[in-house]
T-cell receptor, first 116, second 109 residues
Framework: NAGVMQNPRHLVRRRGQEARLRCSPM?????VYWYRQLPEEGLKFMVY????????ESGMPKERFSAEFPKEGPSILRIQQVVRGDSAAYFC??????????????FGPGTRLLVL | GNSVTQMEGPVTLSEEAFLTINCTYT??????LFWYVQYPGEGLQLLLK?????DKGSNKGFEATYRKETTSFHLEKGSVQVSDSAVYFC????????FGPGTRLSVLP
């Protein structure tokens, strides 16, 4: 069973460009979480999605950031018009729900975004 | 490569009991170490961190000391509450960010 996959592992963008980060959850997992780790800081929650639904986006910046988890295909975190402050590691995690309870989140390796 | 090992859960305690969740790591260099907590239905939150040997991180009554000689970062709390029921993740940030598998804690009233 393959783990959570993220790609690309490293992404370099110039200011003003768009960044698209992809996350494929583990097989059988229908819940996806995105986290951001800024340099010298811990991981911060961004958004929690089920297939075709955003459950909790309380950690998402109000502008330029969006996330989706379509019925088919990976979850996408999209950052429009990137700025230098967006440079960070972005982690995805997935879990399943069993008996109404969320099970453990399994994390992907992360995408390291560098904005020049 | 870098790795983090945590004690397996679930851990079940009565309110006001003493808590220890063991965490050991293998890493090259001098990584920063973290404990994250996930409350039911929520995403991960940073609980505490330590960035160099002998540093002690603390928050909300939880403590962990960065022990380089034993490559450990055990989480402790003197008196747990029902509201501490959650999953706790140990993690390190070296060349890559690596999480442990998580330890589920249930505190009974």
């Amino acid at each position: 069973n393959a783990g959570v996959m993220q790609n690309p592992r490293h992404l370099v963008r110039r200011r003003g460009q768009e960044a698209r980060l992809r996350c494929s959850p583990m097989k059988g997992h229908s819940h996806v979480y995105w986290y951001r780790q800024l340099p010298e800081e811990g991981l911060k929650f961004m958004v929690y999605l089920q297939k075709e639904n955003i459950i909790d986006e309380s950690g998402m910046p109000k502008e330029r950031f969006s996330a989706e988890f379509p019925k088919e295909g990976p979850s996408i975190l999209r950052i429009q018009q990137v700025v230098r402050g967006d440079s960070a590691a972005y982690f995805c995690a997935s879990s399943r729900v069993s008996g109404g309870l969320q099970e453990t989140q399994y994390f992907g390796p992360g995408t390291r975004l560098l904005v020049l | 490569g870098n790795s983090v090992t945590q004690m397996e859960g679930p851990v079940t305690l009565s309110e006001e009991a003493f808590l220890t969740i063991n965490c050991t790591y293998t890493a090259t260099g001098y990584p920063s170490l973290f404990w994250y907590v996930q409350y039911p239905g929520e995403g991960l939150q940073l609980l505490l961190k330590a960035t160099k040997a002998d540093d002690k991180g603390s928050n909300k009554g939880f403590e962990a000391t960065y022990r380089k000689e034993t490559t450990s970062f055990h989480l402790e709390k003197g008196s747990v509450q029902v509201s501490d029921s959650a999953v706790y993740f140990c993690a390190l940030d070296g060349q890559n960010f690596v999480f442990g598998p998580g330890t589920r804690l249930s505190v009974l009233p």
